[in-house]
């Protein structure tokens, strides 16, 4: 079984920056390739950020350049840096292996609310 711990969302202006950490247990972590996903109000969740077992990273294009994701395998934890942020990315934010496996649950998630 594969489980994972989000933290760090809270409210934060438009502009403002954020850091969110994802642990996880269960699981050979270095192996797999991890993902940020986030689910908005009405919507479906969405994947935005991907870092493969070798660290090369992709972005969704609504937060390219913007964010970052990142890894460390010694403490099976995946970041994601969010800079810049815009009401648009008020989400509640999940990680998750990429692909999603029938044995992955889905955490709790962070809520990230981005208003003035």
């Known amino acids: 079984q594969l489980q994972f711990v989000e933290s760090g969302g809270v409210l934060v202006q438009p502009w403002g920056s954020l850091r969110l950490s994802c642990a996880s247990s269960g699981i050979i972590f270095r192996i797999y390739a991890m993902g940020w996903y986030r689910q908005a109000p009405g919507k479906q969740r969405e994947l935005v950020a991907r870092?493969?077992?070798?660290?090369?990273?992709n972005y969704a294009d609504s937060v390219k350049g913007r964010f970052t994701i990142s890894r460390d395998n010694a403490k099976n934890t995946v970041y994601l840096q969010m800079n810049s942020l815009k009401p648009e990315d008020t989400a509640v934010y999940y990680c998750?292996?990429?692909?999603?496996?029938?044995?992955?649950?889905w955490g709790q998630g962070t809520q990230v609310t981005v208003s003035s």
């Open positions: 870092v493969s077992y070798g660290g090369t990273t």
């Open positions: 998750n292996t990429d692909p999603v496996y029938v044995t992955s649950s």
